[in-house]
């Protein structure tokens, strides 16, 4: 009995030595895992303090970039607004001179006579002709058998607005065109028999001073007077020329009361349409322009 019980107590404290050993181990490693951990979690926590020490540093270094190529940009759209500005002022500065060289061309290849002043002031010689005249269309001509001349580089404008009055339903004509120095003595000294030397300079001018010589001036008449200048300023044919002649480059040389010539409503002369259309704005006539202002659309009478 007592063997056994001696061997229930060896065998019970084998149990507990073993129990023991194992809480132990247990213990042990549980307290070296844990360690492990605490010491994992230790490094994991200074890379993480490490890294972001550099995170924070590239931040830093990528900020300040940011701020510096900003102001280099800033500094680079300044220039490229200040080279702007220089490149359209020599573009400005450019086409000023193209432009300058551009009408001293035209000026050289431009009969200086065309928008001078002929009545009674300057004179042309008996030598002078255009450089260049056309014929009229026989169609626009009273009657129609009549030659008709003109400056060849007006008639373009000329046939526009005889075609124009056409279409609105009118019967313009033109009574007369270029005439030479010879063909305006004859003229004149015919009406100088017909009217006497008084009338006839109220209304004609010598030779060499008329404006039918540059081959920029025309007479118009209508089928409503039968040919006929006496009367053409109650014809429907001279309100439309007042409201829409300038469109074409003309203007009426005599309107009422000018210093030069009677009224002559027929009388009308190529400037260009610019000056045309600066005459009939300003509500003036072509003689009472200063003839330095008229002159510098001389250029530009063809344009």
Do not use: C
Not at 129 to 139: F, N, R
Not at 258 to 273: K, L, M, T
């Amino acid at each position: 009995m007592q063997t056994t019980s001696l061997r229930l107590r060896i065998v019970y404290g084998g149990i507990a030595l073993a129990t023991l050993a194992l809480v132990v181990y247990g213990i042990y490693h549980y307290q070296t895992t844990v360690r492990s951990l605490q010491n994992s979690i230790t490094k994991t926590n200074i890379e993480l303090l490490a890294n972001k020490s550099v995170t924070d540093q590239k931040i830093k270094d990528i900020t300040d970039s940011l701020a510096s190529l900003k102001t280099t940009n800033s500094f680079l759209t300044d220039a490229l607004l200040s080279e702007q500005q220089k490149n359209a002022l020599v573009i400005e500065q450019i086409g000023a001179v193209t432009s300058t060289v551009g009408n001293l061309e035209k000026l050289s290849k431009t009969d200086p006579e065309l928008l001078k002043q002929y009545s009674k002031v300057y004179f042309l010689n008996e030598h002078y002709v255009p450089v260049s005249l056309s014929y009229v269309d026989s169609h626009f001509a009273s009657p129609e058998t009549k030659q008709l001349q003109i400056h060849t580089n007006v008639l373009p404008y000329l046939t526009n607005l005889l075609t124009s009055a056409q279409n609105a339903g009118l019967t313009l004509r033109l009574d007369s065109a270029y005439r030479s120095f010879g063909t305006q003595a004859i003229l004149k000294a015919k009406y100088r028999v017909t009217y006497g030397s008084g009338t006839a300079n109220s209304f004609s001018a010598e030779q060499g001073y008329s404006e039918h010589q540059l081959g920029t001036a025309v007479d118009f008449t209508t089928q409503k007077i039968d040919g006929a200048l006496s009367g053409f300023e109650k014809t429907p044919e001279y309100v439309w020329l007042q409201a829409n002649a300038y469109q074409y480059g003309f203007v009426i040389s005599y309107p009422e009361n000018n210093p030069s010539y009677q009224f002559e409503p027929w009388h009308w002369r190529f400037v260009g349409v610019k000056l045309a259309t600066e005459i009939h704005n300003r509500a003036t006539y072509f003689y009472a322009m200063d003839q330095r202002d008229i002159d510098t659309y001389l250029a530009n009478i063809f344009d």
